[in-house]
């Protein structure tokens, strides 16, 4: 049954493609069976689409912006009237629940709307000059060729958040997406060239094994931008390797969000957001809440409260109706959410639901409360990755504060308050680059999403992603008399 549906989308979206042979495996995190094989792309293969790309960015940037936003709403409303069929290609080969996955269709979608207008208000300024005869002015241009390289928690979104703001911006890229999930990457990639944008200008890459393909990405003097999400290790990586070139680099990497309750907070608005925070894609997101600090007045409340809301949840393959936690991505996935969790348990944490066994087997892991957690402990400062909530207990603002602030990570943070004082003392003592404040879920088109300290350079969305694939220029215009 799942197979059907699933194989129908495949059919719908990559019409023409054969997934019957390939180097690339894609299996169905829920049932460990293979759903596709996808042609991988050998380093060389890749270097000559660079080359390819690098040609026809200059007949795309020359084309207005009106014109390129033209063609991204078409884009944009041609994954919208796929949305279901997308939604179930992300399900079978992430594992997300399929109302989830809608939603993260419409999130994808939305970049594309977004960058459709945007690119047309990349505005250049003039500035009242420091000379009489002279005129001073910029210009935004398109930074040229662009590589990306997206991860499998969001197989769509995290390719328009990256892939929109480029083309708006008149670049060409190449897009090497996760390998546990490219047909989503390569179901987008169908419809952008539906819908007008040249082969060469976007091109989805997969392959068997990422390190090479990164590496060229850094080294190719070609490639001028390079986006990446991931892990912190691996962007350290390629952060270095970029330095070669010099190329222009955004890295959205790993996170470690607090997630405080403070005595004045409303306790059950604050569970619901938690629980939105903490188990969206069952706890596999960077922004997802990977530490409770709850004061010490109300933490026996909230975290009744918390773990009695936290065992109704439904734990079930994707595709089946009601799932609201679905398996994990792989093994590896699972070894690593259980280590932290027996690792906790030995150093003291007490398990007030779940822990390491899942009644359904394969990946699924049964949503977890742990009390007694340390902010020393591993499973307090690893990004966890998975449906395990951590419960930490405070007694003072300055307490919360240093202990949210005790990370190396800086991507998302949570609170939640009514004194308006606090409210702003905490959020600017917060050293993240987003904060979410009374609201468990801060992701948008709109708003400019990344991190500081180790979880990354540069933001995407907002009127601000568009600028990491642009280049300002500044004339200086002597002889006006
Ligand atoms: C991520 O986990 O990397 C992205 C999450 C989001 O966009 O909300």
Known sequence: MTENRTQTAIKNLLNGRDVTAGDLAVDDPATGKIIAWVRAYTVDEVSQIIAEADTA???????????????????FDLILANQTD???LITAECGKPLAEAMVEVAYGAAFVEWFAEEGKRAYGETIPSFATGKRVLTIKQPVGTCAAITPWNFPIAMVTRKVAPALAAGCSIILKPAEATPLSALAIERLAIEAGVPSAVFKVTPVCEPAPVGELFCSDDRVRKLSFTGSTPVGKILMAQAAQNIAKISLELGGNA????FDDADIDAAITGAIASKFRNAGQTCVCANRF???DSIA?????????????????PGVERGAEIGPLINDAGYAKVSALVDGAIAAGAVARLGGPSSERGGNFYAPTVLTGVTNDMDIAQSEIFGPVASIMIFATE????RMANDTPFGLAAYFYARDMGRIWRVMEALEYGMVGINDGVLSSEVAPFGGIKQSGLGREGSKHGLDEYMELKYALMGGVS
Request: hydrophobic share 50%; charged share 30%; no cysteine.
């Open 57 to 75: 960015r200059h007949a795309w940037a020359a084309r207005t912006a009106k014109e390129r936003g033209a063609i991204l709403r078409k884009w």
């Open 86 to 88: 997308l939604a179930h």
């Open 258 to 261: 607090p997630f405080i309750v």
């Open 293 to 295: 600090l709850v004061q």
């Open 300 to 316: 026996e409340e909230f975290t009744e409260k918390f773990t009695a809301r936290i065992a109704k949840l439904k734990v079930a």
């Open 398 to 401: 300055d307490d919360a504060i």
